[in-house]
Structure formats: structure tokens, C-alpha cells
């Protein structure tokens, strides 16, 4: 068993940066790869990176997003930079057996954490 519970979203405006966390606690922590996914309004769940403890990772918005982890905290983030409105989303951590961007690997997730880029 993962619980994994996000924070770090709220208002932000255009051209700004936000960290979002996720911590990952349970039984079976060290046995997961931890993924960010992002759900618009009326959108489906999209991928936005992923990581596992031993350091390796994908993502879809390499140009600006970057994820990392702090491994003795069991936490994982997402560094947003220059967010755009098109950014606006629930933000979603997630965890599986292994790295993926299937929403459908992930079996442990999150209550999420709302972003908002607007001026």
C-alpha cells in the first residue's frame, strides 16, 4: 500500500514558477515509481513526468517542467517553470510498479492539487 498526497498548487500568473510536491508514504513506498499527471476541465488525465528512487525519468514537457526527488523523504516534485494558461490543470501524483505514461499502469493516487495560470 502507497498514500501519496500532493501540495504546492494555487494561483499563479503567467510567466511564473510553481514547485509541486508529493509525498509517498506505506508499505510498499520503496517499491514504486512516482509519476505527475495533469486533468484540464472536460480533458483527459495527460502524463507529465515520472521518476523512480533510482534516479530515472521521463517527461513530456522537458523544455520547462523538471522532476526530481528527495529519496530519505519519500517525496517527490514537479518544477514548473514559465507556465503558460494552457497549464491550468489538476495536478495528479501517481504511483506503479514501474515507470510508465499510461494512466492505467498506476494503481496508487493522489486527491490532487489545482493550478491555475491566469493573469
Known amino acids: 500500500q502507497v498514500q501519496l498526497v500532493e501540495s504546492g498548487g494555487r494561483l499563479v500568473q503567467p510567466g511564473a514558477s510553481l514547485r509541486l510536491s508529493c509525498a509517498a508514504t506505506?508499505?510498499?513506498?520503496?517499491?514504486?515509481?512516482v509519476a505527475w499527471f495533469r486533468q484540464a476541465p472536460e480533458k483527459e488525465r495527460k502524463f507529465v513526468a515520472a521518476?523512480?528512487?533510482?534516479?530515472s525519468k521521463m517527461t513530456s514537457q522537458a523544455a520547462r517542467f523538471t522532476i526530481s526527488s528527495d529519496n530519505a523523504k519519500r517525496t517527490v516534485y514537479l518544477q514548473m517553470n514559465s507556465l503558460e494558461p494552457e497549464d491550468t490543470a489538476i495536478y495528479y501524483c501517481?504511483?506503479?510498479?514501474?515507470?510508465?505514461?499510461?494512466?492505467?499502469?498506476?494503481?496508487?493516487w493522489g486527491q490532487g492539487t489545482q493550478v491555475t495560470v491566469s493573469s
Open positions: 521518476i523512480n528512487w533510482g534516479g
Open positions: 501517481a504511483a506503479a510498479s514501474k515507470v510508465s505514461t499510461q494512466p492505467d499502469d498506476y494503481t496508487y
Open positions: 506505506g508499505r510498499t513506498v520503496n517499491d514504486v515509481s
